[in-house]
């Protein structure tokens, strides 16, 4: 029998499906010098069942004959949109399945801003999933426990990258009617060794401990949003995207997973339930709801998930919408990330040099559209400090 040794290393998705589904636990997930993980087979406990193979969703994809129902969304609640990455959708079908008695899934930071798939039961909770993480996570043993919860008869909600939702439903090997699939528009995902000399750059600079990540910061606007950090001693730091040499070497996909150059998840239709995005172009299509504050794409793949999102219109303003519009200004869906000729020689030099020193050095030159924006952000930055110094001693009194 075939094991998941047989898949080029280029081609795994590090989703884990194999990992988890060993009956003899002998596959261990272990990162490379890069610090993407990779499964590892203890030979001398291997019996070459196959499982492993069987559940690699790039070996064995799924195919969907359901035909996609796209829409337009923004959440009712102004502090759930202030606070997600885009019109708030994930939210609110989360709550949904919360409010039911559900467990929800998705990718968190831990105590030390790692990115980890993680289960919350509170909506209090759920905030550790909501906006979103430009890193990889790592998957754990999250299929395991959504099989876990769906066997003793709850209700799941798990999001993750269309890879991780292909494992998990290879994993899981037969439908669950009380499971609820989402995936997302992917870029790629990022190299955490690659966050990790960011986050270690960044408190070096600042002599502070970083305590909270917020890639999406929506200020001063959803288009025009940045990376917010805040640190221990009690200060923040808000770099617009143009300025963050984090968020430039992920946009200039210099730090993406191998396997992202010619992923096998890019497809319109797919086999989870939904596929949540940002509704980039929404002013061309359906200006009015779109504020600047965050509009969703909300793509049903499922009868499912038409049934679940109906039961949620009421806290949604929201509209039927073109699918086919909305990849024009998010071709991520349909088309994987071009390869940079300097991929390797950044991913090599950031292993062992300053991180900044080679994010200056590979990351292009900011185009006209991002200068408009860095212009706007030290404007603002401008305008709160002097209000700071104008107000701020009477604010304290």
Request: proline share 5%.
């Amino acid at each position: 029998m075939k094991t998941i040794m047989e898949l080029e290393s280029a081609r795994c998705t590090g989703c884990a499906a194999c990992a988890q589904r060993c009956p003899r636990t002998c596959i261990e997930m272990r990162r490379d010098a890069e610090g993407f993980l990779y499964p590892v087979i203890c030979r001398d406990s291997c019996v070459q069942c196959g499982l492993c193979y069987s559940v690699c969703p790039v070996i064995n994809p799924h195919n969907s004959t359901h035909a996609p129902t796209a829409y337009a969304a923004k959440c009712t609640d102004e502090e759930i949109r202030a606070n997600s990455s885009s019109g708030g959708a994930f939210t609110l079908l989360a709550e949904y399945v919360l409010d039911a008695g559900g467990v929800v899934f998705g990718a968190g930071f831990d105590e030390t801003l790692n990115v980890i798939h993680t289960a919350v039961e509170t909506k209090t909770s759920l905030g550790r999933l909501r906006g979103s993480k430009y890193v990889q996570s790592d998957i754990g043993t999250a299929y395991e426990q959504a099989k876990q919860y769906l066997d003793s008869g709850r209700m799941v909600y798990f999001s993750g990258t269309p890879c991780q939702i292909e494992g998990l439903l290879n994993f899981l090997g037969r439908p669950y009617e009380r499971l609820i699939t989402q995936d997302l528009v992917c870029h790629g995902v990022p190299s955490p060794m690659v966050w990790r000399r960011y986050l270690q750059a960044m408190q070096k600079k600042y002599r502070a401990s970083a305590k909270r990540i917020n890639f999406r910061y929506k200020v001063p606007s959803w288009r025009r949003y940045g990376l917010q950090m805040e640190f221990s001693d009690g200060g923040q730091r808000v770099n617009p995207r143009a300025d963050d040499f984090y968020m430039r070497s992920f946009l200039a996909d210099l730090c993406l997973r191998p396997s992202c150059y010619s992923c096998a998840f890019k497809k319109m239709n797919r086999a989870c339930d939904f596929t949540l995005a940002d509704f980039w172009g929404i002013q061309n299509y359906l200006p009015e709801l779109d504020d600047d504050k965050g509009t969703s794409l909300v793509v049903c793949h499922t009868p499912k998930a038409l049934a679940l999102f109906e039961r949620i219109q009421h806290r949604l303003i929201c509209a039927p919408a073109s699918l086919s519009d909305a990849v024009k200004h998010n071709t991520a869906m349909i088309q994987s990330a071009q390869r940079p000729a300097m991929r390797e020689a950044f991913m090599l030099q950031i292993q062992k040099k300053p991180f900044f020193d080679v994010a200056r050095k590979f990351c292009k030159r900011i185009s006209l559209p991002e200068r408009a924006a860095r212009k706007i952000w030290r404007t603002i930055k401008r305008l709160q400090t002097v209000a700071f110094k104008r107000f701020g001693n009477k604010d304290s009194k």
